[in-house]
Structure formats: structure tokens, C-alpha cells
């Protein structure tokens, strides 16, 4: 065991993400955890999170990263994190990242070359494999008597009406230099768990269309991508148009189909033998309906903490981290190229 109680140093204060890990990581015994440190620099947050944890508050990232801490994590406006990867790893830190991991190819080299140069032990927090519907596809994508996989299409959600909520402006969901767009904050998300699903995707072919008064205008409005798998085909649409909140997807195997759902109705279906009727169903409740212990931020930091107390591998690495945004680059190079863009395999960091 690598430690009995794992301390925990807050990089970015946010009272949303990082609170809800910290929330959950409090729930994950026997694992102990602490926080010693916090940092941030809206003064108000970090006094906040150190009342809350009876932590060491400090308001500058020098004296922070000389805090006692066992793991960094690191949750800020995704342009942020090459930077707060580099110090908290060039610092001995071990880090839970928080995605997307970087939003440009600078960022991308930056956190390539901490990870070769320090190696700390390193997660990466891309969350679909934790959460309910998507946990059971891949249960059942990989149960034995699923055969091979022959297609796969998932339609993203489009929560985005295409304005910019009043007061959000400045928010980095909206800023392109500070997030490199949806595609890349949710994007991480789904090409994660496309290749979780599919295997790696080897090349891509994509449409991107955005209309002249659509806000963020740097966001796709509508975005088709066809990727090419080993064996098989897997379809990601993104529609702002679809006036759904939901994410559906369709997992089409030799001796099954899986049709997926998350939304205010989540569910699993698995169809083999009797037509139009579902052989297994599986239903869950809406994410912030289950009990503490059964929402995906609970099951997605157990799973950190059990790997990193047993010196496990991490669930979900740097490599991962990395790929996700090898994927928004092919996408919108093919885009723009209409050209099939290759996707290098993934690299071990
Ligand atoms: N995995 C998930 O399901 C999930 C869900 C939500 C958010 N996230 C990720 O968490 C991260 C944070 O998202 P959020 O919505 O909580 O963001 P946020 O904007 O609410 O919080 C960012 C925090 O960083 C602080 N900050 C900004 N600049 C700083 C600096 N230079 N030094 C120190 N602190 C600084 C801000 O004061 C703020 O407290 C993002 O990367 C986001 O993608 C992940």
C-alpha cells in the first residue's frame, strides 16, 4: 500500500468540480484522505475550501507548491493546466488532472515533456466510463457473448441554444483561447469513451458546419465525424439543432445490439433475438438522484484512490489525456481539409 492517508492539495478552488471530488474522496473508505492546501486566486474561494477542510490556505503558487501533499489536483480553466501540470510535477507532486488536459499544441508539448521529464504518478479526469448508462455499454460491449463489433454511433448533446448566456461572456467555456471549444471540454469526454467502446479509431472524416450568428462562433454548431476502426465504422454527431439534452447511442455487435441512453430517463437496452422487443433493459436514475455513493464522481475518485493507494496503474492516464486531443485535432483538420485525416496511435508517456 502507498499510503494509509492520502493528502490532497487543491489547485484551483472551484466551488463546483473540485468540491464535488473532494466531497466524494471524503466517502471513499477505508481510504483516508485529507486536504492540507489550497490555491487559488479568488482569495474568497481558497479561505472557503480551507474552512471547509481545515486546510492551509495560501495565496500564492510558490508557498503552495512547497505545501505538504501527496497529490495535486488540478482543476482550472483548461488553458491553465500545461502550466499547473509542470510545476505541480517539477514540485515531486503526484496529480489528478482535471480535462480537457490542454487546449493548443504548446500545452500538449508542455505536458508531454513534464510527464517524460518528472513522471509523477499521473490521472486523468474523464468521467463517462463512471457514469451509469455509459458504465453498462461497456459492460456489455465487452461481455463474451457480444462477438465483434461492427458499428457504433453516438449523438452528443446540444444543450447549447447558440447564445451566450447574459454574465457568461468572460466564463472559458466561451473563450476559445481559454478552452479550444465544446469540441474539446465535452469532446475529451466522448473520444475517450469512443475508444473505450471501439478501440483506437484509426483515421477520420468529418463535417463541421457553424451559422453566421452562432455564439461561441468558434464552437460547431453541427459536427459529423466518421471515424475508421480496425474493423468497423463508429459515427459521432454533435447537433446544436437537436433540441435534446441527452446523449444516444447505438453499439452494433455480431450477436447484439446495445442502444444507449443518458438523459432524464437513462437506459440500456440489449437486443438479440426478438424483434422490436429489448431481451435486457437496464434503467437509472438521473445522476443526481442516486445515493452518494453510486454517482459517477463518487465511482470515477474511488477508482483513482484504489489504484493509487495499490500502486495500481492509473484507470486513466496522461496517454488518454493526450489522445482526446489528438481526436479534436484530426476532427477539425478533416473538416477544414475535407480530407480523411490519420489519427497516430496512441503514445505511452
Ligand atoms: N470531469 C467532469 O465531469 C467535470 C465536470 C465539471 C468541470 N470539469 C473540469 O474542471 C475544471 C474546472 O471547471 P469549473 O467549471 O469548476 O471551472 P471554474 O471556472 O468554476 O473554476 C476554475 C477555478 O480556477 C481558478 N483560477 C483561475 N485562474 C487561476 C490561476 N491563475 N491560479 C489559480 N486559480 C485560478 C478560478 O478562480 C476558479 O476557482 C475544467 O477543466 C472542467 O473541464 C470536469
Not at 472551484?14 to 489550497?38: E, F, G, H, S, W
Not at 445490439?257 to 430517463?265: L, M, P, T
Not at 454517482?295 to 493526450?322: C, H, V
Request: charged share 25%.
Amino acid at each position: 500500500m502507498r499510503k494509509e492517508l492520502v493528502r490532497f492539495g487543491l489547485y484551483g478552488c472551484n466551488l463546483y468540480r473540485t468540491k464535488q471530488l473532494m466531497d466524494a474522496a471524503a466517502k471513499c473508505a477505508p481510504i483516508r484522505i485529507a486536504v492540507t492546501a489550497c490555491h487559488d486566486i479568488d482569495r474568497g474561494k481558497v479561505d472557503a475550501m480551507a474552512k471547509a477542510h481545515n486546510a492551509t490556505a495560501y495565496y500564492d503558487l510558490e508557498s503552495f507548491l512547497k505545501a505538504d501533499y501527496d497529490v495535486a489536483l488540478i482543476s482550472l480553466p483548461p488553458l491553465l493546466h500545461p502550466d499547473a501540470f509542470d510545476a505541480c510535477a517539477g514540485a515531486g507532486r503526484d496529480i489528478y488532472l482535471e480535462k480537457p488536459i490542454c487546449v493548443d499544441d504548446a500545452g500538449e508539448e508542455k505536458i508531454i515533456r513534464a510527464a517524460r521529464k518528472y513522471k509523477p504518478v499521473c490521472y486523468v479526469g474523464m468521467s463517462y466510463k463512471y457514469v451509469a448508462p455509459y458504465k453498462k455499454a461497456l459492460e456489455l460491449r465487452h461481455r463474451p457473448d457480444a462477438g465483434k463489433l461492427l458499428g457504433f454511433y453516438m449523438h452528443g448533446f446540444g444543450a447549447n441554444k447558440g447564445v451566450i448566456p447574459e454574465g457568461m461572456e468572460d466564463n472559458w467555456r466561451f473563450c476559445f483561447e481559454k478552452s479550444a471549444g465544446d469540441l474539446n471540454n465535452h469532446g475529451s469526454h466522448y473520444f475517450h469513451f469512443i475508444r473505450l467502446m471501439c478501440g483506437e479509431p484509426l483515421s477520420v472524416m468529418a463535417m463541421g458546419y457553424t451559422s453566421s450568428n452562432y455564439q461561441p462562433s468558434f464552437d460547431e454548431e453541427e459536427l459529423n465525424a466518421c471515424f475508421r476502426l480496425k474493423e468497423g465504422i463508429a459515427v459521432l454527431q454533435e447537433s446544436r439543432r437537436a433540441h435534446q439534452s441527452n446523449v444516444v447511442g447505438h453499439c452494433n455487435l455480431e450477436n447484439m445490439a446495445i442502444v444507449f441512453n443518458w438523459s432524464s430517463h437513462s437506459e440500456v437496452k440489449v437486443y438479440k433475438d426478438r424483434p422490436r422487443a429489448a431481451d435486457e433493459v437496464y434503467e437509472f436514475a438521473d445522476s443526481y438522484m442516486t445515493p452518494d455513493t453510486e454517482n459517477y464522481t463518487f465511482l470515477q475518485m474511488k477508482d483513482f484512490l484504489t489504484a493509487y493507494t495499490t500502486e495500481a496503474p492509473m484507470p486513466i492516464t496522461i496517454s488518454d489525456g493526450i489522445q482526446s486531443y489528438r481526436i479534436l485535432k484530426a476532427v477539425r483538420e478533416s473538416y477544414k481539409t475535407r480530407h480523411e485525416v490519420l489519427i497516430p496511435p496512441p503514445e505511452i508517456f
